[in-house]
């Protein structure tokens, strides 16, 4: 048996808090979470300065060992539980489980100010992006800008325009973002390549 370095059980414990529901002082819901299957957390994992500011305000002060709960509307459960699991383990990588919500934790890692990860989710779109999702990376990269996967999802389109063109995406996409598809057209016939 591999002895484990002072990194990894130190990163291990964290995780193992998690897991025994240690010293829990936070309820975490989702949007779509049934009566009773809140996520138990700890305030001590706030990795997010929007979390951070939240928990510190007098909302969330313990009070007589009451547990203070936060709902996150924008997530479901499946989503929610791979957003605590990424702040509990701290990874370099996303596990697989993270992939599967690679587009919602990229926009709460946005919206809840978690660089991180991020930057892991970005880096995971674009190396899966494809002639189905690459309008939909395209608008999750616009709001707010990321001019890095805008660029990524833009530099996939132009080539493949053809056979995106003719997706329902692609109608859906122009009728929200007519001037940002129209640019997409003219860039393309212009024969633009991205390098």
Known sequence: MAKQSNL???????????GEKWQV???LK??????????S???????????K????????????GK???????????????????????NRSVLSKKEKKHVGSLYKAANKYEIPHMQDLCRNELITSLNSSNALNVLEMSLNP???????????YIIPNLKTICNSDE????????????????????NDHTFN
């Open 8 to 18: 990894e059980t130190f990163l291990g414990g964290v995780a193992k808090i998690l």
């Open 25 to 27: 002082d936070l309820l």
């Open 30 to 39: 989702a949007g779509d979470t049934e009566e009773g299957e809140a996520i």
């Open 41 to 51: 957390a700890h305030k001590l994992a706030a990795r997010s300065k929007v979390f």
């Open 53 to 64: 500011k939240m928990l510190e305000s007098e909302k969330f002060k313990v009070l007589d």
């Open 67 to 89: 547990i203070e709960t936060v709902t996150l509307y924008e997530l479901k459960q499946e989503e929610l539980e791979a957003l605590v699991e990424f702040i509990y383990n």
């Open 145 to 155: 800008i990321d001019r890095v996967l805008t660029f990524y999802a833009l530099r």
């Open 170 to 189: 692609f109608k859906v996409f122009f009728g929200n973002y007519p001037e940002i598809a129209v640019v997409i057209v003219k860039f393309a016939l």
